[in-house]
Antibody, heavy 123, light 112 residues
Framework: QVQLQQSGPGLVKSSQTLSLTCAIS??????????WNWIRQSPSRGLEWLGR?????????DYAASVKSRITINADTSKNQFSLQLNSVTPEDTAVYYC?????????????WGQGTVVTVSS | DIVMTQTPLSSPVTLGQPASISCRSS???????????LSWLQQRPGQPPRLLIY???NRFSGVPERFSGSGAGTDFTLKISRVEAEDVGVYYC?????????FGQGTKVEIK
């Protein structure tokens, strides 16, 4: 059973960097059939996919255009985890942030989710 | 971006009765590999979403048989054959055919 455990601060000041980490158990961040995503949810935007990282002989990323200039998703193979960094945050980045897996056998659906982290950006 | 539109936004249902949710995409979800990457998720209050259905009609591990999915191209449906109390929550469709992945706005299922 795949489990994703999120960690990171719940309060970030405007213009600073939001940083979250997702520790994986039951799978490998280097899996050749999975990808590791960050998704956020807010009343104003609903569910919004931010990006993902995956390993297929080498690491690659896919990012949403809406955050592409501010986002970095990295994997740490030594700790079997991946992270989100979102720069220059504003109060509009206030949301519940989820890490999640998508995988080939489940049709690239988001099949496992972290518990969520409520992040508030203060002005 | 592909826009996913769900109807209705709210669905009051009597226990034991069926429920149906529609999802329409702004363009075809048929991928160049021939697959259609449309999934359905359930979000109970205070919890992260949970995968129910992938590739239109495949139930994910542990999902009860009362949940079924159908559709093709741009029009998809999630059906609950007999609603139980634990089915209360918000249901989302999601497409993984193109980047960025996009979600419907959600349909709230509640008991009458």
């Amino acid at each position: 059973q795949v489990q994703l455990q999120q960690s990171g601060p719940g309060l970030v000041k405007s213009s600073q960097t939001l940083s979250l980490t997702c520790a994986i158990s039951g799978d490998s961040v280097s899996s050749n059939s999975a990808a590791w995503n960050w998704i956020r949810q807010s009343p104003s935007r609903g569910l919004e996919w931010l990006g993902r990282t995956l390993y297929r002989s080498k690491w690659s990323n896919d990012y949403a255009a809406s955050v592409k200039s501010r986002i970095t998703i990295n994997a740490d193979t030594s700790k079997n985890q991946f992270s989100l960094q979102l720069n220059s945050v504003t109060p509009e980045d206030t949301a519940v942030y989820y890490c999640a897996r998508d995988e080939d056998t489940s049709g690239w659906s988001i099949d496992y989710w972290g518990q969520g982290t409520v992040v508030t950006v203060s002005s | 971006d592909i826009v996913m539109t769900q109807t209705p936004l709210s669905s009051p249902v009597t226990l034991g009765q069926p429920a149906s949710i529609s999802c329409r995409s702004s363009q075809s979800l048929v991928h160049s590999d021939g697959n259609t990457y449309l999934s359905w998720l359930q979000q109970r209050p205070g919890q992260p979403p949970r995968l129910l259905i992938y590739k239109i009609s495949n139930r994910f591990s542990g999902v009860p048989e009362r949940f079924s999915g159908s559709g093709a191209g741009t029009d998809f449906t999630l059906k609950i054959s007999r609603v139980e109390a634990e089915d209360v929550g918000v249901y989302y469709c999601m497409q993984a055919t193109q980047f960025p992945r996009t979600f419907g706005q959600g349909t709230k299922v509640e008991i009458k």
